[in-house]
């Protein structure tokens, strides 16, 4: 164990500290203590872990997550988890909850209390308060038999972990436990309550995650955007509408009366029946029209579709419904300008 170790370490001398080996092999070591830590926790996981789930999922209110010290900014990375898959949470300082912030907690929310010696005196101050407020209180610990544990009406063991500290008293694989199992919670209640991609995307509007997914109808060019043509359009007339339409689209949508998706039409194509000395703007785009094109629908995954367009080697996809209907375009600038590709 990391302990044996520590002690011999401990008692070396410090020349042997200075080299650069024997550091690298301390290091290994708090590596090796804090992954024996987390792969000890699968064998843990019980019916108070998966009624600690249930809690969590039927929460009439919002999720409370409460600890100090080092577990406390677990608990804010645990808040901040459950509330970027769709649960309503907030972390709460124990101390300052002492001190009025306890308001923030009504009947109905779920507290989990986070504590690996199940004994830190700012928890157990609360566990009264939030027992008559009507909560249901959640302890995370090392120790179930603490006074935490007690109070709690569920409690997910993580077990006695030796740290990886040279004193054996830091924090180390503790936290590693103790956050990997927090993953563990939040995950499990995200499966439980189906999130898909889409409802993540809600909460993920900035940045590269927001951009990995944002979908197809947040980008499309649609509404007075959307070039569309009937299949009977001359070539002139198709011109005109990819020339006047917002943003100067480089194709169109080639629609029948019924708005559903026939063909598309791009600049490409025209260029292509130029270099053919087979240009006439007379002619009917239904014969010239690429038939059955790549498309792509308004839920899709913005990176789904871009994936499509460059095996496709094409600049533009139409977007259609389940009618097939056309309701937009999706064009290579437009992903260039959301910097998706």
Aim: hydrophobic share 45%.
């Amino acid at each position: 164990m990391a302990r044996s170790k520590l002690r011999s370490v401990d008692s070396a001398p410090a020349r042997a500290r200075d080299s650069g080996t024997a550091q690298l092999a301390w290091a290994r070591t708090v590596l090796e203590t804090e992954a024996r830590a987390i792969a000890s926790l699968p064998a843990r996981l019980g019916l108070q872990f998966l009624d600690a789930v249930e809690a969590i999922h039927c929460a009439r209110g919002r999720v409370v997550i409460t600890a100090i010290g080092k577990p406390g900014f677990i608990a804010q990375k645990l808040s901040a988890t459950l509330s970027s898959v769709g649960v309503p949470s907030l972390y709460l300082h124990p101390a300052e909850a002492a001190h009025g912030d306890l308001g923030r907690v009504a009947k109905g929310d779920v507290v989990i209390a986070l504590s690996n010696s199940g004994a830190t005196e700012e928890l157990l101050r609360l566990v009264g308060p939030l027992k008559r407020l009507g909560v249901t209180l959640i302890a995370v610990t090392g120790d179930p038999r603490s006074p935490l544990a007690r109070g709690a009406e569920l409690v997910v063991d993580i077990g006695s972990i030796d740290e990886a500290c040279p004193m054996g008293l830091v924090p180390t694989a503790s936290s590693a436990a103790l956050h990997a199992v927090c993953d563990a919670l939040a995950m499990t209640v995200a499966w439980r309550r189906e999130v898909t991609a889409a409802e993540y995307a809600r909460f993920h509007p900035g940045g590269k995650l927001g951009r990995s997914v944002m979908t197809v109808k947040e980008l499309m060019r649609s509404g007075d955007a959307n070039p569309l043509v009937r299949d009977t359009a001359t070539l002139a007339e198709v011109v005109v509408v990819m020339t006047n339409t917002p943003g100067r689209p480089g194709a169109a949508n080639v629609v029948d009366a019924k708005g559903r998706l026939k063909g598309i039409f791009t600049d490409g194509d025209l260029r292509r029946l130029a270099e053919k000395r087979a240009l006439d703007l007379k002619t009917k785009v239904r014969d010239v029209m690429a038939r059955r094109p790549k498309c792509v629908g308004p839920d899709e995954l913005v990176l789904t579709a871009a994936a499509l367009m460059r095996e496709a080697k094409i600049d533009q996809v139409p977007v259609v419904d389940r009618e097939g209907c056309a309701v937009g375009l999706l064009d290579v600038q437009d992903l260039l300008a959301a910097r998706v590709v």
